[in-house]
């Protein structure tokens, strides 16, 4: 699953990670009906009632776990505390029930600093083996304080690796649309 920061959105938490989980949950609503409720009760035993917190953050997800609970309004002020967590425990669905899952996330220069908290607290999670996190960044164009603290944090994490690519030139551009047509 994917999603992109940008600018634009810069200032809306978790933009990409919503972008990613939105895809992630339609690529689940086309498997046909026994896979599809297997997932369902994946998400009720691992999320229990606490998917309604996700609700608005992942509409979509309303047509996998159809909500059976009316939340008051104490509670959805309480719900705000609880997304992160929340949030977590739906990435862990797919590796607690053996499901490898890729969450690339592009321009990562671009998302918002609760994003990059949350990037954070998931690379320290050592229950979190069969997720793999791609981030991209460009260089020219990155907040330092962030992505430096995050790719401290990383480095040392085994298997971490940094892949540098260079900037197409003008001749490996028109060769590569050239390609194309």
């Not at 046909?32 to 606490?50: M, P, Y």
């Not at 053996?98 to 990059?116: A, E, G, K, R, Y």
Request: aromatic share 14%; charged share 25%.
């Amino acid at each position: 699953m994917c999603g992109k920061c940008n600018p634009v959105h810069s200032k809306i938490p978790f933009y990409g990670i919503k972008q990613a989980l939105n895809e992630l949950v339609l690529q689940l609503l086309m498997l046909d009906d026994a896979e599809s409720t297997k997932w369902i009760q994946r998400f009720q035993s691992v999320l229990g009632s606490n998917y309604n917190v996700l609700y608005n953050f992942i509409p979509d997800l309303k047509l996998l776990t159809p909500s059976t609970v009316t939340l008051n309004k104490q509670e959805k002020k309480q719900m705000g505390g609880r997304f992160r967590t929340v949030l977590k425990r739906l990435l862990q669905c797919f590796d607690e029930y053996h499901t490898p899952l890729v969450l690339f996330i592009d321009d990562i220069q671009w998302s918002d600093n609760d994003t990059m908290d949350f990037f954070n607290d998931l690379l320290k999670d050592s229950d979190l083996r069969r997720i793999m996190f791609i981030g991209s960044f460009r260089p020219n164009n990155r907040k330092k304080h962030y992505e430096t603290q995050l790719l401290d944090y990383v480095k040392p994490i085994e298997g971490f690796k940094t892949i540098e690519l260079e900037s197409f030139s003008y001749q490996q551009t028109l060769r590569y649309i050239e390609a194309f047509f």
